[in-house]
């Protein structure tokens, strides 16, 4: 069992994170912007059908009326005025308080919900969802005294509160050869990768699923073409977890998340840091000395050790962390010769897409109203029955510091579109039997920071093909970057919410592995979405096989620095030959199943020929 921080505590008051609690009910721990806005909470994602209670056991030391608060947030605030969506009440005791929470405030602040009488002794807590619109819980404070009002802390106040009243677990420290921050598919098979040729390896993942974008969490199938000239090795052990069926926004099932993490506890040298997260490093000079990560749930934190690190939280959280050089945005053109970057940078990324489905039923369905600041109307709603890759929000903003804004967005547009086919569009009746069966609240994100590495890889690389002598992982997806879809922009000019692309066909191409550590960071690798390249290049090499396929380049390298006590620019310089026999080898297993050809570039056969080499 959990044990809630509220045991900890002084007689008169209690603090209960919410994503501690006991027993989480239908609410959903969401951990994506812990490191904005402080903690992970819990989530009431009912689709527009209230969720069952979330609720907790509690000590109670000193009997007495208690004044309740919870700090929560009205989600939809940023477009509309009117009384939010995601109420919920809280209960002590199976009796619910007085107000209703979630919906008023437009930031994450402290509500009251009310006071009881409560005894000493055991009492419980729930949080009741009254809508399953996304209501959100960060924490819960009592008091017996009627003056601590904390609707008006600070946030150095609430930094002292919880430090008083709930002490940091301490998990210990940990040493390793390579710690891999992050499960998505480039960080299972950097870990997988090392381990498989003799190193210790930490594996980090702040869900409790493996696979990233890939997983039953965002539902993205996997693209690219694995096993490629001239390191065909590299790949192949993506056969042994990849979904077999492919498609995005498709049922659960689809993405065989047990495979992944059969895949990872299979390996005796890797240890998997489930529901962790990481939250800062130690520095000694250039080098990452160690990762303190924290449990999302518990909130015990630990400290990992390593020769090297590698980065692949896709949003090159470590590598900001520990200082290294990046980018976010667009390069202008004339800094790397790209005729497909704008004339002048600018902040524009490509976006995150909140996926979702319907499903039809034997009767009739109904679906609340909905409306909160987008207005939907015959002439602009989306008649579809799903949305997948298409359905992206956030080109124009922070992805990292505005990315709850953009995944709340994209929740307000699912849920605003659907009620108006399903309440008030003229065609309504073809939506009669269905129901809003699975939408996403962890975003599909494509493009954040970028860290650089000793090369950045740019679009003449690719145009011209320009070999180097570190190829690495070959890159087979088209030049694919993501715009703001043109209708959808004239009838929502400046908050789109669809995209569209226009796939730049390129000839398989070769990455440098210099693109693969840091420049300024000596001992930090990364692979993903965060590699070194420039937005325009970042549009081939996102795809998650070929991101996998870096991750095991980045697991040879560090296998090479564990045995040779170099650093990754070192293992270029010196031990480049060993990295190539391995590559060229691979470590994935001969015997996989062949399973892996569907979503390939589109076109691969049909390259054009000024792409051809002779």
């Not at 069992?1 to 007689?11: F, I, P, Q, Y």
């Not at 939408?439 to 320009?466: C, F, H, P, T, W």
């Not at 000596?522 to 070194?532: E, P, T, V």
């Given at each position: ?11 008169s008051e209690l603090f209960i994170e919410a994503e501690s609690f006991n027993r989480s009910g239908g609410w959903v721990l969401d951990q994506q912007f ?274 090297v690190f590698s980065d692949c939280t896709g949003d090159g959280t470590i590598g900001y962390l520990a200082g290294a050089d990046w980018r976010m945005g ?227 390298a560090a296998s090479l620095c564990q045995k040779y006590n170099l650093t990754p620019r070192e293992v270029y310089h010196y031990r480049l030959p060993e ?36």
């Open positions: 069992m959990t044990v809630a921080c509220s045991l900890l505590v002084e007689a812990m490191d904005q806005m402080g903690s992970p909470y819990l989530m009431a994602h009912g689709m527009g059908t209230p969720v069952s209670d979330a609720s907790t056991d509690i000590q109670v030391q000193q009997s007495g009326i208690y004044y309740v608060y919870a700090r929560t947030y009205n989600w939809t605030s940023p477009w509309s005025e009117k009384k939010g969506p995601g109420k919920f009440k809280i209960a002590i005791n199976g009796k619910s308080l007085t107000h209703t929470l979630g919906d008023t405030g437009n930031s994450w602040q402290w509500q009251l919900a009310g006071k009881v009488t409560l005894k000493n002794g055991k009492a419980t807590l729930a949080l009741q969802d009254l809508t399953g619109f996304n209501g959100r819980c960060d924490a819960i404070y009592l008091t017996t005294d009627s003056n601590q009002n904390p609707m008006v802390w600070t946030t150095e106040d609430l930094k002292n509160i919880k430090k008083r009243l709930c002490p940091v677990l301490k998990g210990g420290e940990r040493s390793y050869d390579l710690v891999v921050v992050g499960g998505g598919i480039a960080g299972m098979c950097a870990a997988v990768s090392a381990a498989r040729l003799g190193c210790k390896v930490a594996l980090v993942n702040d869900r409790p699923i493996l696979g990233g974008n890939n997983s039953a969490d965002v539902r993205v199938h996997l693209g690219g073409v694995i096993e490629m000239e001239p390191n065909k090795g590299l790949g192949r052990m993506i056969r042994e977890f990849g979904q077999s069926r492919g498609g995005n926004a498709q049922p659960a099932s689809n993405y065989e998340d047990d495979k992944k993490i059969s895949f990872v506890s299979s390996e005796k040298n890797i240890t998997l840091f489930s529901s962790c997260r990481a939250i800062s490093v130690t520095m000694k000079g250039k080098r990452i000395q160690s990762v303190t990560i924290q449990n999302v749930r518990t909130g015990e934190q630990s400290v990992l050790k390593a020769l667009r390069e202008a053109r004339d800094e790397f010769q790209e005729n497909l970057a704008p004339l002048q940078p600018d902040s524009l990324v490509m976006g995150a897409s909140i996926q979702w489905y319907s499903n039809e039923e034997k009767k009739k369905t109904i679906f609340p109203e909905f409306s909160y600041g987008v207005d939907f109307r015959a002439e602009n709603c989306e008649r579809v029955f799903k949305g997948e890759w298409t359905w992206e929000t956030g080109m124009n903003r922070n992805q990292i510091t505005e990315a709850e804004r953009i995944r709340d967005y994209g929740l307000l547009v699912v849920y605003s579109n659907w009620s108006y086919l399903k309440n008030h569009d003229l065609k309504k009746s073809a939506y009669a039997n269905r129901t809003l069966s699975w939408v996403a609240y962890i975003a599909g994100k494509r493009e954040s920071r970028r860290l650089m590495g000793d090369y950045i890889l740019a679009q003449d690389d690719l145009d011209k093909n320009v070999a180097h002598e570190d190829a690495s992982f070959t890159t087979t997806w088209s030049i694919d970057l993501h715009f703001a879809d043109t209708l959808n922009a004239k009838r929502f000019p400046g908050n789109e919410f669809k995209t569209q692309t226009i796939h730049r066909w390129i000839y398989p191409y070769a990455v440098p592995y210099r693109c693969l550590y840091s420049r300024n960071i000596d001992n930090l690798f990364m692979a993903g979405r965060d590699i070194s390249c420039t937005h325009v290049a970042l549009g081939t090499v996102r795809v998650m096989r070929t991101t996998g396929m870096m991750g095991e380049v980045v697991g040879m990295l190539k026999r391995l590559m060229v080898e691979g470590v994935g297993r001969k015997d996989a199943p062949d399973n892996q050809r569907f979503n390939g570039p589109n076109k691969m056969l049909e390259v054009p020929r000024a792409y051809l080499k002779p």
